[in-house]
């Protein structure tokens, strides 16, 4: 079992890794009440780019080091991520016991004691006895975990219960970029995952991904065409597809939003936009060939010769043939490309999930070197020179109406009503600030000081532009700052919320005379219509009062503080200072 020699992960893949390791030695059991084990499946958050298939296969490696008996299984959807993954896995570990299951890829495993497979070609697979094929599976890991839908009929629900009847302790694993969905909010609110065990998909894990290097930022460019999706209906929770598309292709607002594309891409290397339909796609790559001159290719479902067509396409792309290629829901995730340094937004969305994974194709850095075009082949192709970031012209407006991709709009549960505005800052290109440098024209967070993109130093006491949408502010806002604070004491006492929540209080009191607060709770939420409900808040307050006493946590608040006494006290807290509206605890040490 010997893991590739010198090989050292990056910290927060290590730190991932043993987190989700230690949430399994923390919560498990058996619930007597339900007379079943514990739902115990976390979340492990990570950003676009940050290597979440090598996650994946140091959990592998891990798990069997552990328990060399143990069964695991991998499911996703398309077979490009099951090729990537199994790579990265055999990459890590030459002799991994792995099979595949994949319709796509030609190969249908079974007994192996790792097996990675897409989701569809995995459900509703029998042995003779009626059991699952795949016999007992101590862990299933989801990749794109957030693509799991809550109704109960999904395949990825019936694959659950069809392992679980063989195994009921089975535990999940999710991984995701996007811990959340249209309609149920987070991931943890759905039937799966009760916990995140691992989160870097806020704006403190990207200032430490950005300050590292192993993120490129995303610089938001507000644009002079903009798209009107006034009288456009709604589907699911986000734009009608056919109708958002009859409403913006469009060949003049297509030619003059082009025309500006180029006008700012001209130094830009390999661009890739995201249209709103299979036409739309295909009208903009044909503007872009025929009155611009630049080399353009659209992928998308129906295009003639299917995707083998597209592969080739794609291939093109990364060899540099295309400059620019045009997608509609197909090069959404998945998708490693890192030398893309030019994204046109043409695909507006309501979808919080689907604009950050949009996103994402950009945020990988690229020092430049050798691309794989082929990996069947083994064809390489050369990208000279660093990207110098990666430029997104959101003809879409929809920065300010989902905000930034390190601090989303997180999506609401159905019936929790909608998200607030949005406070965007927008660089002023007719006005100086006072050195005398005008400004750019970007996108910056409410709160920046100074704009990303150009330096401008804002007016001090000049409040944001607010937009009557929901969202936060930019695609990458102003970084954090965080100091930490020896602790001397803390003050528990009881709390309620301006919406009648019980909570709890906690006083953190430090050296220097600074106090924090903190507020916390282990109760349900108390809906309208008089139920319980174990949201978000409740499982953060839940893991917090284990963190420090190692047991499970009583049903009130008010026994947490009668008992608080023998809670753990931090010797240091870390603390986000320039955190709005209040300063944050983001970590603890005991």
């Known amino acids: 079992m010997m893991m590739r020699p010198n090989f050292e992960p990056r910290w927060y893949q290590q730190e991932a890794v043993e987190e989700t390791l230690s949430f399994f030695h923390r919560k498990g059991g058996w619930d007597y009440e339900a007379n079943a084990p514990v739902r ?23 798990i ?4 060399p008996r143990a069964r695991l299984i991998m499911g996703t959807h398309v077979k490009e991520l099951i090729a990537q993954n199994a790579d990265k896995l055999r990459w890590l570990w030459p002799d991994a016991p792995l099979g595949i299951n994949s319709a796509g890829l030609g190969h249908r495993e079974f007994a192996a004691p790792i097996v990675y497979g897409g989701i569809k070609s995995m459900v509703g697979q029998f042995a003779e006895n009626g059991a699952s094929a795949f016999g007992h599976r101590d862990i299933l890991l989801v990749d794109e975990a957030h693509l799991i839908s809550p109704n109960a009929d999904t395949s990825y629900i019936t694959f659950i219960q069809e392992l679980m009847m063989v195994n009921p302790w089975l535990k999940v694993i999710g ?31 990207f200032a430490r991904l950005l300050n590292d290097k192993f ?27 056919n109708a958002l598309e009859s409403k913006i292709d469009h060949f003049e ?4 939003a082009l025309k500006e594309m180029v006008q700012y891409g001209w130094n830009r290397r390999a661009w890739m936009i995201f249209a709103a339909g299979t036409n739309h796609a295909e009208h903009i790559a044909e503007t872009l060939r025929v009155c611009f001159g630049i080399s353009a290719a659209a992928v998308h479902s129906k295009m003639q010769g ?19 290629i045009v997608n509609q829901n197909m090069l959404t995730t998945g998708f490693d490309f890192p030398p893309i340094d030019l994204i046109g937004m043409f695909r507006p969305t309501m979808s919080t999930g689907l604009w950050v994974q949009m996103l994402g194709r950009g945020t990988r850095p690229w020092l430049g070197g050798y691309i794989v075009v082929d990996e069947d082949t083994g064809e390489t192709a050369y990208w000279p020179g660093a990207k110098d970031g990666c430029l997104v012209l959101d003809y879409a407006g929809n920065t300010p109406r989902l905000g930034p991709i390190n601090d989303p709009v997180v999506p609401k549960p159905k019936g929790d009503g909608p998200p607030g505005d949005a406070p965007i800052r927008t660089c002023p290109e007719d006005r100086q600030d006072e050195t005398g440098k005008h400004g750019c024209g970007f996108y910056n967070h409410s709160s920046a000081k100074w704009c990303v993109m150009c330096g401008f130093k804002f007016p001090p006491g000049e409040g944001p532009e607010l937009y009557n949408t929901a969202g936060t502010d930019v695609l990458i806002a102003e970084l954090p700052e965080t100091k930490v604070f020896n602790v001397d004491r803390v003050i528990y006492v009881e709390h309620r919320s ?26 349900p939420k108390v809906l309208e219509d008089g139920t319980l409900k174990n949201d978000f808040m409740t499982k953060k307050g839940r893991d917090w009062f284990r963190q420090r006493t190692g047991a499970e946590p009583p049903e009130t608040n008010a026994e947490v503080i009668a008992g608080s006494a023998y809670l753990r006290t931090p010797i240091r807290i870390h603390v986000w200072t320039n955190k709005k509206p209040k300063a944050e605890i983001t970590q603890y040490e005991f």
């Open 175 to 205: 991984l995701s970029a996007t811990p959340y969905r249209l309609g149920l909010g987070h991931l943890t609110n759905g039937k799966i995952f009760t916990d995140v065990s691992y989160d870097l998909c806020n704006m403190e894990g």
């Open 215 to 241: 993120l490129s930022p995303v610089y938001p460019k507000p644009t002079g065409v903009k798209l009107d999706v006034s009288g456009v209906g709604m589907s699911n929770g986000d734009f009608n597809q």
């Open 498 to 523: 301006k919406a009648g929540r019980s909570m709890i209080r906690a006083a953190y009191y430090c050296e220097g005379l600074h106090t924090f607060y903190e507020y916390v709770s282990v109760e």
């Open 40 to 62: 115990a499946n976390p979340l492990i958050c990570l950003p676009t780019g940050t290597g979440k298939s090598l996650v994946i296969a140091m959990l592998a490696w891990r």
């Open 253 to 256: 607002v297509t030619y003059e």
């Open 64 to 67: 069997l080091q552990i328990d």
């Open 306 to 324: 299917g995707r083998k067509a597209a592969d080739e396409v794609i291939k093109d792309f990364k060899r540099g043939k295309i400059r620019c």
